[in-house]
Structure formats: C-alpha cells, structure tokens
C-alpha cells in the first residue's frame, strides 16, 4: 500500500531530494504542498509531514499547532528541517510535539534513515492485530474518512466467517486461529492482486474482516476470494468432516446439531458520492452482510446505493 508523505515548503528543492534519495522505494509517495494549502496535506491524513522552515512565512509554531489540533493528525509524526539551530527555538519546536528537528545543511544519510524508521514505526505502530498483522478499527476508519473526503470512488467489503464458533467448538481456538490467519492471507492475496496500489484490508476482530478497492473489480475479487477459501479452507478439517460436509455438535438440550463447514460471508457496498460518512456505510455493509449470511455457502451481495 502506498504511503504519503507530504512536505510543506514555498520551493521543490527538497521535494525534489527526497524524491531522489527515496527513488528505490516504490511505496513511498511525497507530495509538496506550500503553507497556505496545509489543509490538502491534513485532509489526506499522511504518514508523515516534514516542514522545510527556511521557506515559510510566518512562524512555524503556528504551523505545528494547526496540524496537532486537527482531530485526524493528532499523531502524524512531524519532522521540522531548520538552518535556525538556536537551542531555545529547538526547544520550543519540540514542545509543539514535533518528533524531529534536523538541521540545515542537511545530512542526506541521516535524514533518509530518519525517514525511513519513522515509517516502519508506524506500521508496527499500526499492526495492532497480533494474530493477522493487519490494521484495526482506528486505522479503518481513517482509511474510509480519507477517502471519503477527498470524494473518492471506491469499494468496501466487510468480510466474516460463517459456522466459526461451531469450529471452535470442535477443533479448539487454537486450530480457529488458524483459520483467521489463513483467512487474512487469502483476503490480503487476492485484494493486491486486484488493487496493489490503493488496495487496503483491515481486521476488525475476531472473524470480522474488511477490504478497500478503488475500482470496479469487486466481483472477480469476490469470487477470487471465495474461490480461493472454499478449496484450501478444507485442509483445516478432517477428512471425516470434509466426506460429510458438515460437523457436529451437542446443544444445551443434549441434541446434536450439524453445521456446515466453514464458509465466507462478503458484503458489498460502492460508495459513489452517496453517503455522507462512514457510520452510514457502516450500517448498510451491516445490512447487506445479514443477506449474505442467510444464504448457506460462501456467497457475496452486492448493495448498488443510488445518489
């Protein structure tokens, strides 16, 4: 997934340095923004912002305090690149929760690893899912209020696991972990495979997935998805299960109950201009996810919302 990196600065040199110095790392985007269009870079919730200070006017101070009251950039690391190395200013720079200053002239070594381990901290930062290693609920919904606010076109599927518990119940949380695992991979795959550049999945929690396309391929990535899971889903099961097709399972009342095998559910929503935030995506992926899990098997519904 690519990663943004706005730079706020009057001039392009050093847009054009780090261009440069970052030429091999094909994930990672700059973007220069001069002060008075601050508001591009903060509506775009980068992964990082660097402020060149020698080409602004005014005082930077009040640059940082903007971009730390705005409630989506709370954490935004921001590195400040300054020929003013006077200990006082440092200071008071640090004190607007400014992560880092570097000085002018500028080490380039220095100044690329600086770049490039803030990154990687945050995507540790951000693999809030010990078990799947994907993003989670605070990261999704940045990831949906970005593009709804820059009026993206884009695809949600909100993805989850039929007959799980019946898993669990038989072969243990152990084995049910697994599956999770495997799920995220096969959803991961296949979302690259379709959408590499602006593609984004994330893991809501327990069996509960969901996945970000900017393009109109999301019945074959459906389809992929479910293809891909019903085939391999069955090395997690005994070879009993998989000749009955279903597993079993004593209730409350001393009955046993058969359930399917596991199946994947996936809801879809387009989002084309029609809805005004991401609580009403929410709720009707909510919806369309209750029809797709009434229907037994691995299956997909797609909602098409008029403006």
């Keep these: 997934m690519i990663q943004y990196i706005y730079i706020i600065d009057e001039e392009e040199s050093l847009y054009n ?5 970052f030429r091999e790392e094909k994930l990672l985007c700059f973007r220069n923004v001069n002060k008075s269009n601050i508001d591009v870079a903060l509506k775009n919730i980068p992964e990082l912002i660097i402020i060149n200070e020698d080409t602004l006017n005014g005082d930077i101070l009040d640059v940082c305090r903007k971009i730390r009251e705005n409630d989506d950039n709370k954490i935004t690391p921001i590195i400040v690149i300054s020929s003013n190395t006077d200990h006082n200013h440092r200071v008071e720079i640090l004190k607007a929760s400014v992560e880092h200053f570097i000085k002018k002239p500028i080490d380039e070594e220095y100044l690329y690893y600086t770049i490039l381990n803030i990154i990687k901290l945050i995507d540790i930062n951000r693999t809030v899912s010990p078990l799947t290693g994907l993003p989670g ?3 999704i919904q940045a ?6 606010m820059n009026k993206e076109k884009f695809v949600m599927l ?3 696991l039929d007959n799980f518990k019946a898993y669990n119940d038989v072969y243990g949380f152990v084995k049910g972990d697994e599956i999770i695992k495997f799920t995220a991979r096969t959803i991961v795959k296949n979302v690259h495979e379709i959408d590499n ?3 984004f999945v994330g893991h809501i929690g327990g069996d509960d997935f969901v996945a970000i396309i900017s393009n109109d391929k999301f019945e074959t990535l459906c389809q992929n998805i ?4 019903d085939y391999n889903v069955l090395d997690y099961f005994t070879q009993e299960h998989i000749e009955k097709g279903y597993i079993e399972i004593e209730n409350r009342k001393g009955v046993m109950e058969e359930f399917p095998l596991t199946s994947i559910s996936i809801a879809v929503v387009e989002v084309n201009n029609n809805f005004h935030n991401i609580l009403e995506i929410g709720e009707v992926g909510a919806q369309i996810k209750r029809l797709s899990k009434s229907i037994t098997g691995s299956t997909y519904v797609v909602n098409k919302r008029k403006n």
Aim: glycine share 4%; net charge negative.
């Design 17 to 21: 340095k780090l261009n440069e110095l």
């Design 226 to 229: 479910i293809l891909d899971f």
């Design 158 to 160: 909100y993805l989850d």
């Design 143 to 148: 990831e949906m209020k970005k593009r709804l």
């Design 137 to 139: 609920n605070v990261q």
């Design 197 to 199: 550049e602006n593609g």
